[in-house]
């Protein structure tokens, strides 16, 4: 049989897996996975079958559990399969019956995959299943990555059948005699890729009867030009972003202004942090404006500063307040030690150290409160005579907005802010001739 050796050649032309190794087929009933199960079986290749049971067509449903069971026995290969309550699943998760099935098929399978020692899940998808994603993709929005359509190995999924398209599939099936279980649900147009395989492909074909051979070229083209472009982005990317810390990174937005093209380099930067194309395009008309902007995906933020953007993880966690008492000796606030002690005046050295407050102990009223800044927050800071707000000082003193966030307030009970950790004391709480105790709050960590 011609598709036999096709297959082998496919298989170690693209390094599917190896000939020792065990793979689980996704059966369905459908004359594809069917198939498929008949060359793996012909090949001699170790595999099991598995079948999952949406209970979505009633009789169907258990008709091609039944059926494809029998197929196991037939072959002698061990069978897997579960029944999926997939409309419950749909629901409860507000995703459509269609995606439900797919994150259920996937998420069992992989579990009897690690379960039962199989090195890989192989899947059935052919050469016209890749037209209809491509123009899937295509209508509704895609960058490049969408443009090579399936790939023939992703992970520990593997498809061996992307050799064949489904004409061919349908002569080797009718040749061989196979018997298979043909979906209803096929026929039925409400589905996107059943009108395009219905309706739209055959026109296609009308206009190009090598639709198959044209799409798996474009294909092949296509991933290569991802790889191309993906070896660039990692290049600008490695250029770009200077590491602050392990989840942050600032990157001159004059250096971004020169990338050519803009909106594809920029996509591909900043894609794999989760900003979609809209946000980088509000993102790329913002960074000549006032910097405190702040641009958001699901985990990630991009503040536009002075100069510069800092990609930073989201860290939804808010450091808590922290009361100081005067016989507190020391405390931990956002993860930064501080340690506390009230000395006489008689024993006190003036330090011009940024990381310690030094404060006239009679002006204070306890509990102190340690905290993070807030909108609309003032002092005066040490050497002024009229007050500022923080957001200004922050401003002044180039701080970065996204590291406003990790700096101590150290609130009086009057509500006056007395030291901003790390940078300076307020001027009316200073020591003066008048102090008699001085309490001193040092930053250790």
């Not at 930067?269 to 989760?274: D, E, K, V």
């Not at 009230?342 to 404060?359: D, R, Y």
């Not at 707000?389 to 006056?416: A, C, M, P, T, Y």
């Amino acid at each position: 049989m011609e598709a036999l050796s096709r297959l082998q050649s496919f298989i170690k032309q693209h390094a599917l897996f190896r000939e020792e190794e065990s793979v689980l087929l996704a059966v369905s009933a459908g004359r594809d996975s069917v198939l498929m199960a008949r060359l793996f079986k012909a090949a001699g290749y170790r595999f099991g079958i598995a079948h999952c049971n949406f209970n979505l067509r009633a009789e169907e449903s258990e008709l091609d559990e039944r059926f494809t069971e029998e197929l196991a026995d037939e072959l002698n290969v061990p069978f897997y399969t579960h029944r999926f309550d997939t409309m419950e699943y749909a629901s409860a998760n507000h995703i459509s019956v269609q995606m439900a099935a797919r994150d259920l098929r996937y998420e069992w399978m992989e579990k009897i995959r690690t379960e039962f020692d199989y090195q890989y899940i192989a899947v059935a998808h052919h050469q016209n299943d890749v037209i209809e994603t491509m123009l899937l993709n295509l209508t509704r929005g895609t960058g490049i990555s969408g443009l090579h359509g399936i790939l023939s190995k992703k992970g520990k999924l593997i498809r061996p059948l992307l050799f064949l398209s489904r004409d061919e599939i349908d002569e080797l099936v009718k040749h061989e005699a196979y018997t298979y279980r043909e979906d209803s649900s096929n026929l039925s147009i409400k589905y996107s890729r059943n009108k395009l395989r219905l309706e739209v492909i055959p026109v296609l074909k009308e206009l190009n009867p090598a639709l198959e051979q044209t799409f798996e070229a474009n294909r092949k083209r296509f991933a290569e030009l991802e790889i191309l472009l993906e070896m660039r982005v990692q290049e600008i990317r490695e250029r770009l972003f200077i590491k602050l810390s392990e989840d942050e990174f600032e990157i001159s937005i004059a250096e971004l202004k020169k990338l050519i093209p803009l909106n594809t380099l920029l996509y591909g930067l900043f894609h794999p942090y989760g900003f979609t194309e809209t946000v980088l395009n509000d993102l790329a008309h913002a960074w000549d404006g006032k910097p405190g902007k702040v641009f958001h995906s699901a985990g990630y933020q991009l503040l536009v500063d002075r100069g510069h953007m800092i990609l930073s993880r989201i860290n939804e966690d808010k450091a808590e307040d922290v009361l100081l008492e005067s016989t507190t000796s020391n405390c931990i606030w956002n993860k930064q030690k501080f340690g506390c002690k009230i000395v006489p005046i008689t024993q006190f050295e003036l330090s011009k150290a940024e990381n310690i407050a030094q404060l006239d102990y009679d002006l204070l009223s306890f509990p102190l409160t340690l905290r993070s800044w807030k909108n609309g927050d003032y002092f005066q800071p040490l050497g002024l005579k009229q007050k500022k707000k923080l957001s200004d000082f922050f401003v002044d003193r180039k701080i970065s907005l996204n590291h406003k966030k990790d700096i101590g307030v150290l609130e009086n009970s009057n509500g006056d802010i007395v030291w901003l950790a790390g940078l300076r004391v307020d001027e009316r709480y200073k020591i003066s001739p008048n102090t008699k105790k001085v309490f001193i709050l040092e930053q250790l960590i």
